[in-house]
């Protein structure tokens, strides 16, 4: 497996390197409050082209791998792990899914717009009662009316990007036949509620209200009854792409964590000469090289469905509790002020969990790979 990087990539990951040390970096503290809005980001990143990083040229993408998206999520991440996840929730959630199942007219409409951030996306699949299990307890409804038209009922929780979105990939039953649909805040989609948080607190979350929205045919996502394939389409690459988040802040917890211990002195000496540090530290860049090293094979082998589930399941599944255990250890290595609020180091942590919850929880994680290495087994 070559894992060189191509020279676009590489030169799309300076840029993005730069651009967070100019404009996100300056404001870390800022993003990280309730009351941050990343619309503006968002512009910007469009204007460096990485929001449509995977699709075609023609919808003002760039037509790069998944790889290339994980990386920049990554980068992002390791400044502001906030603006990694909403851009991850736009750029794969939506974009992505949108490109991959979107009819000609749907591509055309939205993705130009999101590209350049002019649009932001929200995917909605998780409702106040149906979390892991969001398929079979979905309770957000269809029906079809007359004149070939669709009403969607129902709410939606835990939505990134919700509070400031302007498309709504949304899934909805009648019965047990499962669609999914474009929706349009200007069709009627409510966001009454932004939801305070833990960490990623830069990255608003919100609840998402469908009361008695009607739509047109044109806003059906493939045809009517795709929507579990549409769901399933989207996960391998979600978790794959998304294990790249946890990355970036294990690499900024493990970096401030070396800085720290070659300057601070107690006893007379380097922190960072005591050996009970340094195996911390050897600790943390061991377990980050091969969250790494998995992240890229799962990230270069995911051609949609043909990534076996069991490796995105087990990139994000170890990059996430990486990097909780990483910015734990970062804390300790700065000891008192490694839990005050003034040094980065708590929100690290406080933004690493988020990995170990959304995009399906690690046990889900766990869960499928044991079912689909006990499938290979059996072949
Ligand atoms: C900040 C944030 C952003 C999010 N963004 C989005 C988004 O953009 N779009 C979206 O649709 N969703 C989003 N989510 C929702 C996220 O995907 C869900 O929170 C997640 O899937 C878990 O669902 P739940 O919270 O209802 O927990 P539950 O499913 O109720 O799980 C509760 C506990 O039970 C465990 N559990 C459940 N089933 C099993 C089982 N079969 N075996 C063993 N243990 C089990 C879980 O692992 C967990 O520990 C986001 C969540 C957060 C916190």
Do not use: W
Not at 234 to 241: D, F, P, T
Not at 259 to 277: A, C, M, P, V, W
């Amino acid at each position: 497996m070559d894992f060189k990087l191509s020279p676009e990539t590489e030169s799309i990951l300076n840029m993005v390197s730069e651009f967070s040390r100019k404009k996100i970096e300056p404001i870390a503290n800022k993003i990280d409050s309730d009351e941050f809005d990343p619309k503006g980001l968002f512009r910007e990143m469009g204007s460096l082209g990485i929001l449509g990083i995977t699709v075609p040229e023609e919808y003002g993408g760039a037509n790069l791998d998944y790889l290339t998206q994980g990386l920049i999520l990554e980068e992002l991440s390791y400044y502001s792990a906030s603006i990694g996840l909403s851009y991850g929730a736009h750029s794969n959630l939506v974009m992505d899914n949108l490109n991959r199942n979107g009819s000609k007219h749907q591509k055309e409409r939205y993705l130009d717009k999101m590209s350049k951030g002019e649009l932001i996306g929200s995917l909605c699949l998780t409702e106040p009662g149906a979390g892991s299990d969001a398929i079979g307890s979905m309770k957000t409804t269809y029906n079809k009316m007359e004149d070939e038209k669709y009403k969607i009922n129902g709410s939606k929780i835990f939505i990134t990007n919700a509070p400031i979105a302007d498309l709504f990939l949304t899934y909805a039953r009648n019965g047990s036949i499962y669609s999914a649909f474009l929706l349009e805040r200007a069709d009627g989609v409510e966001t009454p509620k932004k939801l305070k948080k833990m960490g990623m607190r830069g990255s608003p979350t919100g609840e998402v209200v469908f009361n008695d929205i009607v739509v047109g045919k044109d806003r059906l996502m493939g045809n009517e009854g795709d929507g579990r394939r549409i769901i399933m389409s989207g996960l391998n690459s979600e978790r794959a792409v998304l294990a790249f988040g946890p990355l970036g802040i294990a690499r900024r917890a493990l970096e401030d964590s070396i800085n720290y211990s070659t300057s601070r002195e107690q006893f007379g000496q380097k922190i960072g000469d005591f050996e009970l540090i340094q195996e911390r530290l050897a600790y943390m860049f061991t377990k980050l090289e091969a969250a790494r090293l998995l992240a890229y094979k799962a990230a270069l082998m995911t051609k949609e469905e043909l990534l076996d589930p069991s490796y995105a399941a087990s990139s994000i599944l170890f990059a996430s509790e990486t990097a909780t255990e990483i910015t734990k250890h970062a804390i300790m290595i700065f000891g008192g002020y490694g839990y005050m609020s003034e040094y980065p180091l708590e929100r690290y942590h406080r933004d690493a969990l988020l990995y170990e919850i959304g995009a399906g929880t690690n046990e889900i994680r766990k869960i499928i790979i044991g079912h689909n290495i006990q499938k290979k087994r059996f072949k």
